[in-house]
């Protein structure tokens, strides 16, 4: 049983940046891909990076390509993600996800397709 626990939230300006960290216990996800998503109050869990397990590929939101980026250590069995140019419509609780595949294809935005999740981290930006 993969246990996953995010760290690194907190409150940040607009145009600030924060990085999430995205620990694992309890088994490896090394071999895995994994994912961020975020949920905002009153709105539905949405996909924003993925990165497969060699950390070759990643994939992301069209909200945050750009100011966002996703990478991972293997040795320390951690995903990260950094966040720059941080704006109000980032505030959210993000959460990390592990796929029990080696690539985030097909469909890396489908929740449904990650079997471990954290228990998730607030980020919120002000304006």
């Known amino acids: 049983q993969v246990l996953l626990a995010e760290s690194g939230g907190g409150l940040v300006q607009a145009g600030g940046s924060l990085q999430l960290s995205c620990a694992a216990s309890?088994?490896?996800?090394?071999?895995?891909?994994v994912g961020w998503f975020r949920q905002a109050p009153g709105k539905e869990r949405e996909f924003v990076a993925a990165?497969?397990?060699?950390?070759?590929?990643?994939y992301y939101a069209d909200s945050v390509k750009g100011r966002f980026t996703i990478a991972r250590v293997h040795a320390s069995e951690t995903v990260y993600l950094q966040m720059n140019r941080l704006q109000s419509e980032d505030t959210a609780v993000y959460f990390c996800a592990c796929r029990q595949s080696d690539r985030f294809y097909p469909d890396p935005a489908s929740s449904s397709e990650y079997t471990y999740w954290g228990q998730g981290t607030q980020v919120t930006v002000s304006s």
């Open positions: 309890g088994g490896t996800i090394s071999r895995y891909a």
């Open positions: 990165i497969n397990w060699s950390g070759s590929g990643t």
